[in-house]
């Protein structure tokens, strides 16, 4: 597990990014005009990865953990992991973090009993970088390119996600990457 920062003097600054399992659900409609009947399968974190600022980085799947097997959904410890982290932060970087992966966190946490980690300040970076400039787009990969920071790992597209849920390693190892990516993309 990712530790805090040692200098108590100074706020404790976590980069962060999840990537979580699509809804599955029932529908009656036609792939082009969905009717959905019920949500059989919530969303849930599946990966994340962490960093204090200019720190330590960890970057975790459900395979990395001892109650994993391949087809069984079960996030509760990389909730209850990413809750020790965000209760120990000040300030949260993230992109469309306010809007996606904090309040993607806050379900998982009270699915899993666990309660509102302590109080912290979110640095969106999608939403400040909407505030000073005009660009052609706000994604991650677009801004990071504009300003030649790097772009994000390549994939191939949802099949990355069936394959992590199916169990494939070689996936998750991919996923991770690309997850890991993402935060030292977003801390540039």
Same mark, same amino acid.
């Given at each position: 597990?990712?530790?805090? #920062? @040692?200098?108590?003097?100074? +706020?404790?600054? =976590?980069? /962060?990014?999840?990537e979580?399992?699509? $809804?599955? +659900? ?6 082009w ?5 019920k949500? *059989?399968q ?7 990865s962490?960093?204090?600022? &200019?720190? #330590?980085q960890?970057?975790a799947g459900?395979p990395d953990y001892p109650? $994993?097997? %391949?087809?069984?959904r079960?996030?509760? @410890?990389?909730? *209850?992991?990413?809750?020790? =982290?965000?209760?120990?932060a000040?300030? !949260?970087?993230?992109?469309n973090?306010? +809007? ?5 966190? &806050?379900a998982r /946490? !009270?699915?899993?009993g666990?309660p509102? %980690?302590? %109080? $912290?300040s ?5 939403? #400040?970088?909407?505030?000073a400039?005009?660009?052609?787009? &706000?994604?991650?990969?677009? !801004?990071?390119?504009y /300003?030649?920071?790097?772009?994000? =790992? %390549?994939h #191939?597209g /949802?099949k =990355?996600?069936?394959d ?5 390693l070689k +996936?998750w ?5 690309y997850?890991?990516?993402?935060? &030292?993309l977003?801390?540039?």
């Amino acid at each position: 597990m990712l530790k805090s #920062q @040692d200098d108590s003097s100074s +706020a404790r600054i =976590l980069v /962060f990014d999840i990537e979580t399992s699509p $809804y599955e +659900a029932l529908s009656w409609g036609p792939k082009w005009k969905t009717n959905l009947i019920k949500i *059989t399968q919530p969303s849930m974190v599946m990966c994340f990865s962490a960093k204090w600022l &200019n720190g #330590q980085q960890v970057t975790a799947g459900w395979p990395d953990y001892p109650k $994993y097997r %391949p087809g069984v959904r079960d996030d509760c @410890d990389i909730v *209850t992991d990413i809750w020790m =982290l965000i209760d120990a932060a000040d300030i !949260i970087i993230a992109h469309n973090g306010r +809007a996606f992966d904090l309040r993607t966190m &806050n379900a998982r /946490f !009270i699915a899993h009993g666990l309660p509102p %980690p302590s %109080p $912290y300040s979110i640095v969106d970076t999608k939403v #400040q970088v909407k505030k000073a400039v005009r660009l052609p787009s &706000n994604s991650l990969d677009e !801004i990071g390119d504009y /300003f030649g920071l790097g772009r994000k =790992l %390549p994939h #191939q597209g /949802f099949k =990355l996600w069936e394959d992590c849920l199916a169990g494939d390693l070689k +996936a998750w190892r991919t996923m991770k990457a690309y997850n890991h990516n993402d935060v &030292n993309l977003l801390e540039k």
